[in-house]
Antibody, heavy 117, light 111 residues
């Protein structure tokens, strides 16, 4: 059974940084592209970032709203996905989901990030 | 930046049939367009759950009353025999050369 478990969310001040983690199990993590998706309170879903697999040289893509501030990475030896967020803004406040969107669409339960002074 | 459009809200009677659509601003969604339409269901306080992937493929947990298709240049999700438990927000997503774009969601009411 595919499982994705996020951690690392919390309260951070504007301009601050935070690192989210996602622990994956139940599938061969290294084979798959992985994504981060967020949902601001009361709003819809917004794709944030993707990292491809080793075969695609771990290349990354980002939404325009986070490009230059967020960095997605992975550790295939540990079946882990990360999202390093810096220069955070109040509009980054959201539940952040780890997801395997290609090949079936699997989601974690999300972790809440609140950016506020 | 592509825009994906869904109906903001729809209402269906219990036992009835309703079709939700997912429209791309860049042109028709077809089997060759590379959009790989996905459909997600989200209930309040819960994470999204994938119902349909790659246009028409169901997961093991997807009730048979949900089906995905392409309809008139759009991706479509049809619910046949609506149940009260189907009341939820439904999102579609389309793939655009490296980025997923989500629609704004359809609030489905079963009434």
């Amino acid at each position: 059974e595919v499982q994705l478990v996020e951690s690392g969310g919390g309260l951070v001040q504007p301009g601050g940084s935070l690192r989210l983690s996602c622990a994956a199990s139940g599938f061969t993590f290294s084979d798959y592209y992985m994504d981060w998706v967020r949902q601001a309170p009361g709003k819809g879903l917004e794709w944030v970032a993707r990292i491809r697999n080793r075969a695609k040289s771990y290349t990354t893509d980002y939404a325009a709203s986070v490009k230059g501030r967020f960095t997605v990475s992975r550790d295939d030896s540990d079946n882990s996905l990360y999202l390093q967020m810096s220069s955070l803004k109040t509009e980054d406040t959201a539940v952040y989901y780890c997801a395997r969107l290609f090949a079936g669409g699997y989601w974690g339960q999300g972790t809440l990030v609140t950016v506020s002074s | 930046q592509a825009v994906v459009t869904q109906e903001p809200s729809l209402t269906v009677s219990p036992g009835g049939t309703v079709t939700l659509t997912c429209d791309s601003s860049t042109g028709p969604v077809t089997s060759a367009s590379g959009h790989f339409p996905y459909w997600f269901q989200q209930k309040p306080g819960q994470a999204p759950r994938t119902l349909i992937y790659d246009t028409k493929n169901r997961h093991s947990w997807t009730p048979a009353r949900f089906s995905g298709s392409l309809l008139g240049g759009k991706a479509a999700l049809t619910l046949s025999g609506a149940q009260p438990d189907d009341e939820a927000e439904y999102y579609c997503s389309l793939y655009y050369s490296g980025a997923w774009v989500f629609g704004g969601g359809t609030q489905l009411t079963v009434l």
